[in-house]
């Protein structure tokens, strides 16, 4: 599992890292008066979460830090989460509850779309202390690291691993007990999904165009 001590090991190591944030991610019901939504992606974020362009509010405003470290009951709402539970209101200031605490909407994020039918956009955005009351301590964290340029983006991958390989302990004959990927792993696995669904449908099309001819 991935801990915030870990975060804190990787903040701490080299000069080419500008952000590090941890992010933990669950599922529950949220509820707006007799409207329920179940199991909405509910995500814990980090202070340093306003690093990360990821995150944003189109709508309202951004969690602050000062919220975050104070474990304040306020929370940001994917664009299809505010639009499924209200409507044509104005989610902004409304009161929600998400585990059965009750927390204020202060910003609606802009709409991302959908990747092969699944919603990008439905989600709540909380901040990490009462994420970790939610739904454990011991729950399993992400962490997101911002290099300080695109040029650096492997040297700060290296500091990385380097910081987590130390602060996990292991020998330098032991494998590493952790995962890592960039923004540009993630992009090649989309084009590659993407290019073998347009190859299947070429084959689709040039099938019934010989079908069509024969006809």
């Known amino acids: ?26 599922r529950t ?27 944003n509010a189109e709508r309202g405003r ?9 474990d304040r009951l306020v929370t940001i709402l994917g664009y299809d989460t505010a639009d499924q539970l209200f409507g044509g209101v104005d989610p902004i200031d409304k009161q929600i509850r998400i585990g059965g605490l009750p927390f204020r909407v202060v910003g ?6 959908s990747i092969f039918g699944q919603s990008q956009d439905e989600f709540a955005i909380i901040p990490i202390g009462v994420f970790r009351k939610l739904f454990g ?8 690291v911002k290099p300080r340029s695109p040029e650096v983006v492997q040297a700060a991958m290296d500091d990385a ?25 993630l ?18 099309v040039a099938l019934s165009l010989v079908v069509g001819g024969i006809v």
């Not at 991935?2 to 669950?26: M, P, Y």
């Not at 019901?29 to 990821?54: A, C, D, H, M, P």
């Not at 130390?166 to 540009?184: K, Q, Y």
């Open 108 to 113: 609606v994020s802009e709409k991302k779309g």
């Open 29 to 55: 019901k949220i509820t707006y008066k007799n409207q329920t939504l179940n199991s909405v992606q509910i995500q814990g974020v980090s202070r340093e979460y306003i690093y990360f362009s990821t995150f």
């Open 62 to 70: 951004a969690i602050s830090p000062t919220e975050v470290d104070r």
């Open 137 to 144: 301590s011991r729950m399993s964290l992400q962490i997101l």
């Open 161 to 185: 691993t380097v910081a987590l390989r130390i602060e996990r302990r292991l020998r330098p004959n032991e494998p590493d007990n952790f995962g890592m990927f960039s923004s540009e792993s």
């Open 1 to 26: 599992p991935i801990t915030r001590e870990d975060a804190e090991a990787v903040r701490r190591f080299g000069d080419n890292i500008l952000a590090v944030a941890t992010q933990g991610t669950s």
């Open 187 to 204: 992009l090649n696995l989309y084009h590659t999904a993407t290019s073998g669904i347009f190859a299947v449908l070429i084959g689709v």
